[in-house]
């Protein structure tokens, strides 16, 4: 993984474990396509965000980037919908988003719930 400023890597090794796991896992999908993902932004807040940056629970990935786009549609799909179905959550939020922010590049927003019980559902299938 490849962060835009140090401060960005700074706070990811302090943020908590579960947006450590949502990241690896898009780090990992990253590096199946041969591409190494870039985190542009952890804790720093941009003018009408929801609050979840600056809460230390969101992370954004680059794609859209000095005219063209890093991953592909394809990509992007298999990425989104993978991060989806291993981190489902229960309060109805999505986990991972492909979006422009302020008019700002495309980008993916990876972000965690404020409490592990979110998660509960990724449980529940081994015992039903
Ligand atoms: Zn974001």
């Known amino acids: 993984?490849?962060?835009k400023d140090p401060i960005i890597k700074d706070q990811f090794d302090r943020c908590c474990p579960m947006l450590k796991l949502v990241c690896m896992e898009f780090e990992?999908?990253?590096m199946s396509?041969?591409?190494?993902?870039?985190m542009t932004r952890l804790i720093g807040k941009?003018?009408?965000d929801s609050g979840v940056h600056s809460a230390g629970r969101a992370a954004d990935f680059r794609d859209?980037?000095?005219g063209g786009f890093v991953y592909t549609l394809e990509e992007r799909i298999v990425i989104i919908e993978t991060i989806e179905s291993l981190f489902p959550r229960l309060d109805g939020l999505k986990t991972i988003m492909h979006h422009s922010f302020q008019s700002g590049p495309f980008h993916f927003h990876v972000q965690v719930a404020p409490s592990i019980v979110a998660y509960s559902n990724m449980i529940f299938p081994l015992y039903s």
């Open 33 to 38: 396509f041969n591409k190494t993902p870039v």
């Open 1 to 3: 993984m490849i962060f």
């Open 28 to 30: 990992r999908l990253s």
């Open 46 to 48: 941009i003018d009408g």
């Open 64 to 66: 859209e980037f000095d």
